[in-house]
């Protein structure tokens, strides 16, 4: 029964875990999947200080139990809630410290939600050993969520403290900090106050207002996020933003791709082929960065050298690679830059690139092997009548 109660209770855990990583959707470019796991296991660890806490509170006030619905109140308020969301913190708090895990805001939000779902795990191990299974599928869709909600409050707070400190130690930060735990412990002591009184339907209307806490800062973050297009921004601000998500993931094929093209659109193509060459490090093999490594090189006056790369890796670039390729450069880069080379003064020996920097410029290099070929149509004709 023990074994069947354990297996279930995870099942139920490692179900919502796999829910969280999904709304990662930049969870490969942060390498963030292997992270969220981590915090689950850790997660665990959260029932030393809550049993630590508890004990110290009941020592020192007693037990508020046993004392009708206000005592139950004050037990739920000022103890069970506190004490369960402090606690899960702690470890959220120091795991993140030892990791450095914030990438972006969005990041304390869903590892603080992991934390969370493994306290919430062992919590329905625990109730199910005491009243049976049966009680599992009510814990698994309310209390479950509930720790989840609540947990997306102080993750916020924190991922989007650490996020904007840059690097800055968080002495003067850490009263909101712990601040940010008061409202998530308030609604957790409310949602147990209501089923201590038998309410059901304030507990699921104290989830639903949760819920709706944590939609709202989820969808915030996810429009803000670095990894996602900044829409609305101008070419200062985003460049602005992008600089400072790369202190935090400097490895980003993503992020340093954009801030390439931004270095492009200001015409400091050294800091945009520095830029490039990290996206290469990350992905070598990658032809679209291999191309755009060349123009970099190209517009940098390097352009033997980068016409070279750009003959071994446009071929390999899909239809739709190319086209995004030839977007992207055209939205940074004016077609009268005098950086830009005219197609016809690359060579025969360079047909890829001049085909690229027609595109750019809509200059066409004269057709050689084209006009060749006329003539030999003509020749033909003309000794086909003659004969």
């Known amino acids: 029964m023990v074994a069947l109660n354990l297996f279930f209770s995870l099942l139920v855990g490692s179900a919502w875990v796999g829910l969280v990583i999904l709304l990662d959707t930049h969870r490969r470019e942060k390498k963030s999947q292997a992270v969220l796991l981590k915090f689950f296991l850790f997660g665990f660890l959260s029932l030393i200080p809550m049993t630590i806490l508890y004990l110290l509170s009941y020592a020192f006030w007693g037990n508020f139990e046993v004392g009708g619905w206000l005592f139950s109140f004050i037990d739920e308020m000022f103890i069970s809630g506190p004490v369960e969301e402090f606690s899960k913190f702690i470890v959220f708090l120091l795991l993140s410290r030892k990791l450095k895990s914030i990438k972006e805001p969005m990041d304390g939000v869903l590892q603080a939600g992991t934390v969370a779902l493994a306290f919430a795990t062992a919590e329905n191990f625990l109730y199910a050993r005491s009243y049976g299974l049966g009680i599992l599928p009510f814990r698994s869709v309310l209390s479950t969520s509930g720790h989840l909600f609540y947990a997306a409050i102080w993750g916020y707070i924190y991922g989007a403290i650490v996020y904007e400190s840059a690097g800055r130690k968080l002495k003067s930060e850490y009263r909101a900090i712990f601040a940010a735990v008061l409202p998530a412990a308030i609604l957790h002591g ?78 400091d193509f050294s800091k945009a082929l520095a830029h490039v060459r ?51 450069i055209r939205r940074v880069v004016s077609r009268s830059d005098p950086s830009l080379p005219e197609p016809f003064t690359l060579g025969p020996e360079h047909p890829f690139t001049a085909l690229f920097f027609e595109k750019i410029t809509g200059l066409r290099a004269p057709a050689a ?18 004969g």
């Open 190 to 267: 409310l949602y147990n106050f209501m089923l201590d009184v038998w309410s059901v339907a304030g507990a699921v209307l104290v989830d639903v207002g949760a819920l709706v806490m944590a939609v709202a800062i989820y969808r915030f973050l996810r429009d803000h996020s670095p990894y996602n297009p900044l829409k609305g921004k101008t070419p200062q601000q985003a460049l602005s933003e992008l600089t400072a998500a790369l202190r935090y993931n400097p490895r980003s094929p993503l992020l340093n791709q954009r801030v390439a093209l931004l270095h492009f659109y200001y015409r």
């Open 278 to 328: 990290t996206c290469r490090e990350s992905r070598p093999a990658n032809p679209y960065f291999q191309c755009l490594e060349a123009v970099a090189r190209i517009l940098n006056g390097k352009i033997e050298n980068g016409a070279e790369l750009m003959e071994k890796a446009y071929p390999r670039l899909s239809h739709e690679a190319r086209r995004a390729l030839v977007r992207n």
């Open 369 to 386: 092997t084209g006009s060749y070929r006329r003539v030999q149509l003509t020749r033909r004709r003309y000794l086909a009548k003659a």
